[in-house]
């Protein structure tokens, strides 16, 4: 009883009360931090000065955290009295992130989501900021498919989520779902490019079921939630910003000269038993040979510039940012460029002893995209019309005008004695006089009130609008070129498109001391309706009607219009709760039920719950790690679904068809009263660790996301009388599982020298698991077969050329081997390779998988170097693990007409004996020796890749005496090389060009792409 006793009046000796002061680094006093004794229950917070008192016992450790700092682990020792400065961190774990629907600290978050600042938006010369995605977070897959100023990037969140319907993510701007995607019907009108990313504050990404279920049947693709900046308390400042720059094309294709064109093109045709038609064409001013690159023609090096202005600043009770935009950029490709202006107003306003905030959030821009045709089938088409015309003609003639043919239609033949096969325009005259013009005048815009009706609730109701005033305009020249046939043909569209979004909802944040419980309910409600309106004809009367880029009444002998609207209603209720419990055990769930106008009646709704869970292992009294600063366990499950499946695809539709002289209608789409949601179930786990205070960091997932109910297209029997012989069904399922790790932090500080890095890496597998039947799903190039990747190659092995007569060989299903022979095939027998005479073929039967079109790993490697007031970036992507169909190598680089080509034929088979992978040349022979329109294995290259994306070098002026006679706080001078090299063995100009940017099953298809830029980039940015 004695030593109990003395036991028990010991341990109260021992336990004193502690008081402290935490303040930041310049002696601010940091009112809320949390205190709290590591290895138990007890925890405070600091008052509004800063200070803070314990019950606390002698060799206890106090773990000291704040959003936006370093955690610090303090020693009590004997002290009763404690100063504790918290440091400023950057990109420690504690940091506070966008969920959807309000914020959280990074530490708590138990999905997986990636933080991204707003300087790595700010003086890039993109277009647009999906396009400057591209290795800043694990498992963002975002490719940019050509050159073309406009064009949107495909974006993939841990892979494809449809096979049908879109994968593309949702994109919410400032707590508003942003309408996004092509809105041209001429050329590319991405409305994400009317954001200026000098306004952006932050961009998450929502990967995983746990952080998307939010939102629901929208997540199915993942969410980018983009943050614009607001005003901050303290002083008005004024920052400019400007950049100009020179965009070049970063390669181009390798086709053959003038000398090396006749060469070919007469031994084409000799091959044929055809005399010589290819001749030199003389320059009658200087009397030297004409050889024209026509890719010179349709490429050029650009001239780009941007300018933006803010001012920020607030109070107490008002915060305001206004910003202003102009860019100008020019690209590389002849005809194409996209100009800017924009305005941006937000503020925010307390009342009533701050229990209520109002704030206004409005943004106005002007877009307009010019372009060109860049069809690949199209004879005006830009590349592909540089790749195959002539070379031994000339663009002009010595008197100036375009060299065409006789009677207008085609490129003309100089000396040749025949034209130009397929009749291929003058690209320079269509580029010339030809007119693609998109334009959108974009409102963003939303309001909102927050009420505090007691201490920790809160009640806030915001509206939001986005309204795009789309306008397109295209004109073919009626004298040479598309329309020539039809003398001239105007087009004008009308496309608005208006979406309301109205949210009401009810956060509660309570604290019980060492716990804390955030809960927010809430409804949602939108609506979008997109119209279009247009008038086109042909037969122009006179150019001069064409010139003022719009439409004129009577100036058409044909004169004709149409139209169309589509609506889409959504109405949500949602709920969400996370529980911390001794700021180490994380709990939170997600309840939402959705109903969607593009579903039938009775199956509009669907109810997607989520979970997840995260213990932080650093912070258990048993875990006494002096390196560990955290170690965070973390799981979830969610369910979501995909809304992007077209307005109608439930309803039997007729549709409006003018008979003869009469207006009547038509059954277009068969309904199907039973089709559902496509849903997904995300299932996460991961780890987050950071060490020596957070100055390391180290994130891993592992991801499985099960997709079903997928809506196909199931064949239907043409004798039914079905539209399209195919009806809409939820019959499909597929999955995409993999891993990602994050690795980052300041690898070197020191006084004048500071290297921060971030390494990031994706690993996913694709299987689709469920077809109609079992039956294929066959493209020209690709299949969607179960047991595959989505969008397979899927075509024909190649096996080399015969040595001894320059015929190709392919290997059929049975591994037989088959030789062309003039327009078919012959039996190719390796013991007697001469003998043609055993008659063969090769068809759909002989395809096979031959490689996966989808990337199965890609990243980024992100430095930034700083020595003084010098800064050095180096950011790096990679991606790899599939192949690339070199579709411009089949049908242009080595066709079999008379055309330019590629230099790979210089490598052709000429004389028996001879090893080669070309074969000889044949005039005509192209779809049987090349396979044109068929995937083979000879045309299928590596798409691995490693991209320097960015080198960017800057100066920043600090605290010097001319600046401040200035009134200039800050001056930073910089350069950048955007997209700085390629190392890849890719032979085309690019290994992530594709056909689509919105394609799920047919990627990695290059086919006469425009060149991505490489782009040198000078700018200011000056803070007065």
Sequence with gaps: MFAVTCISTMSFAQTREVSGLVTAADGTPISGASISIVGSNTATQTDGSGRFKIQATSGSTLNVSYIGYTTQRVSIGNSTNLS????????????????????QRKSEVTGSIASIKGEEFANVSAPSLDK???????????????????????????????????????????????????????????????????????????????????????????VILITTKSGQKGKATINYDNWFAIAKASKKYDLLNAAEFIEI??????????????????????????????????????????????????????????????????????????????????????????????????????????????????????????????????????????????????????ANTRGIDGNYTNIQFVLDNNVYKTTGLHFNGNAFANVEIIDGLNLRSQIATQYIAGEDFMYWHPDHGDARSVGGRIYQYYIPSFRYNWQNTLNYKVNFGDSRLDVIAGIEHQKTRSRN????????SSTYFAENENIIGGSLTNQLLGGGASERAFSSVFARANYVLLDRYFVSATLRSDKISSLPHGKQSATLPGASIGWDVSKEDFFTSNVVSQ????????????????????????????????????????GNPDLRFETSQKINIGVDLGFFNDRFTFVADYFRNNINNMILAVPISPSLGVPGNQISQNVGEMYNQGFEFSIGGNIISKENFIWNTNFNATFVKNEILKLVDGNDITYNYHVNREGESIGSFYGYVYRGVNAQNGNAIYEKADGSLVQNVGTGYSVYDSNNPSDISKASSLGSA?????????????????????????????????????????????????????????????????????????????????????????????????????????????????????????????????????????????????????????????SALDNMANPVPRTFTFGINVGF
């Design 84 to 103: 504790i400065v918290l440091q400023a961190g950057d990109q420690v774990l504690d940091e506070v992130v966008v969920t959807g629907y309000g914020t």
């Design 132 to 222: 400057s995605l591209q290795g800043l977070a694990a498992g963002v897959q975002a490719s940019t498919t050509s050159g073309i100023l406009g064009q949107p990037a495909k974006i993939r969140i841990r892979g494809v989520s449809s096979i049908s319907n879109s994968s593309d993510p949702l994109y919410v701007v400032d707590g508003v779902p942003f309408i996004s995607g092509d809105q041209s019907g001429v050329f590319y009108n991405n409305p994400l490019s009317s954001i200026n990313p000098n306004d952006i504050q932050s961009v998450e990404v929502l990967k995983d079921g746990a952080a998307t279920a939010i939102y629901g049947s929208r997540a199915a693709g993942g």
């Design 265 to 414: 093109t007469n031994e084409k045709l000799a091959a044929r038993n055809s005399g010589p038609s290819a001749f030199e064409t003389i320059d009658p001013q200087n009397k030297v040979s004409y050889d024209v690159d026509w890719q010179d023609v349709v490429l050029r090096t650009a001239s780009q510039q941007n300018h933006a202005l803010s001012l920020s600043g607030g109070t107490e009770k008002t915060s305001y940012f206004f910003s202003g935009n102009f860019t100008d950029l020019n690209g590389v490709s002849v005809g194409n460029s996209q100009k800017k202006y924009g305005i941006r107003g937000k503020v925010e306003q307390k009342a009533l002893n701050d229990k209520l905030t109002i704030g206004l959030n409005t943004q106005v821009s002007y877009v307009e995209d010019r372009g060109f045709n860049e069809g690949v089938n199209s004879l005006s088409g830009n590349m592909a019309n540089a790749l195959v015309a002539l070379p031994n003609v000339p663009v002009k003639w010595a008197d100036g005008s375009y060299n065409i043919s006789a009677d207008g239609s085609a490129l003309g033949s100089g």
């Design 533 to 540: 309106f247009f008038a086109h004809g042909y037969g122009l």
């Design 631 to 670: 170690f965070k366990l973390r799981g979830g499950y969610a369910e979501v679904g995909n809304t992007e499946i077209g307005s109608y695809p439930y309803a039997g539709i007729f549709s409006a068809r003018i008979y003869g002289d009469a207006a009547g209608l038509y059954y277009s789409q068969a």
């Design 846 to 1002: 002989d395809k096979k998988v031959l490689g996966n079109s989808m990337p199965t790993w890609y990243g980024g490697f992100n430095n930034t170097f700083s020595y003084k007031g010098l800064d050095l970036v180096v950011n790096m992507t990679y991606s790899g693990g599939n192949k690339v169909y070199n579709q411009t190598r089949q049908d242009a680089l080595n066709n079999m007409e008379f055309q330019n080509a590629g230099k790979e034929l210089l490598d052709r088979w000429t004389t028996p004996g001879q090893v080669t992978n070309v074969p000889k040349v044949v005039y005509g022979y192209g779809a049987a020796m090349n396979l044109e329109n068929s995937a083979n294995s000879r045309f299928l290259e590596n798409g691995n890749f490693l991209r320097v994306k960015t080198i960017g070098f800057g100066y920043t002026f600090k605290n010097t005496p001319w600046l401040n006679a200035a009134y200039i706080n800050n001056l930073k001078l910089f350069a950048h090389v955007e997209n700085a090299a390629v190392f890849t063995k890719y032979s085309g100009i690019d290994p992530e060009v594709a056909n689509s940017f919105t394609s799920n099953s047919q």
